[in-house]
């Protein structure tokens, strides 16, 4: 099974701010890794796909990087609608796996 | 507009089954795979289980035997059968439609706790 590592686990970011968010699979995963946002009481919302692709309705300020074992989803200038927790998921095999999580808080 | 709408969640005793239930609206629903995805309280998301426009089924380890996925496309529905439940499989469960890679339309989910 791909473990999948984000890091950090919790951070803290003034709106308007930027934020950096890292994943890391166990083995390389090539292009096919996905992120997700989700709030409070909400199912997960599909960000980005193949890496870097954004998902219908997805805002320019969200973007992905990254290929093999290393990931970064990117939040140019955070709005308020964007304080969640982000997951990455890989699709290079079964089972399809998560990152634990990554919450972005209003500092 | 893409809906899934699932169902059937509930308390139930360790040793227990329940049937999940998942509508889908506003797509082909026989042309795509479904899944169930499920996330333990304040939990990240673990895949559980997934079945293909063709009925190829995959199960995740933790549920192997015990879970059965099925599909009815002219209901467009989604079923998720759980036998010998325990505790560790409270959660909320969620239906998600996925073209075989991501997890692109997602349920508003349902909650199963598994207690005596």
């Known amino acids: 099974e791909i473990v999948m590592t984000q890091s950090p686990a919790t951070l803290s970011v003034s709106p308007g701010e930027r934020a950096t968010l890292s994943c890391r699979a166990s083995?390389?995963?090539?292009?096919?890794l996905a992120w997700y946002q989700q709030k409070p009481g909400q199912a997960p919302r599909l960000l980005v796909y193949?890496?870097?692709s954004r998902a219908t309705g997805i805002g320019a300020r969200f973007s992905g990087s990254g290929s093999g074992t290393d990931f970064t989803l990117i939040i140019s200038s955070l709005q308020s609608e964007d304080f969640a927790v982000y997951y990455c998921q890989q699709y290079n095999d079964w089972p399809r796996t998560f990152g634990q999580g990554t919450k972005v808080e209003i500092k | 507009e893409v809906q899934l709408v699932e169902s059937g969640g509930g308390l139930v005793k360790p040793g227990g089954s329940l049937r999940l239930s998942c509508a889908a609206s506003g797509f082909i629903f026989s042309g795509f795979s479904v899944n169930w995805v499920r996330q333990a309280p304040g939990k990240g998301l673990e895949w559980v289980s997934s079945i293909s426009s063709i009925s190829y089924i995959l199960y995740a380890d933790s549920v192997k035997g015990r879970f059965t996925i099925s599909r009815d496309n002219a209901k467009n529905s989604l079923y998720l059968q759980m036998n010998s439940l325990r505790a560790e499989d409270t959660a909320v469960y969620y239906c998600a439609r996925g073209p075989g890679t991501t997890f692109d339309y997602w349920g508003q989910g349902t909650l199963v706790t598994v207690s005596s």
């Open positions: 193949g890496a870097s």
């Open positions: 083995q390389s995963v090539s292009s096919n």
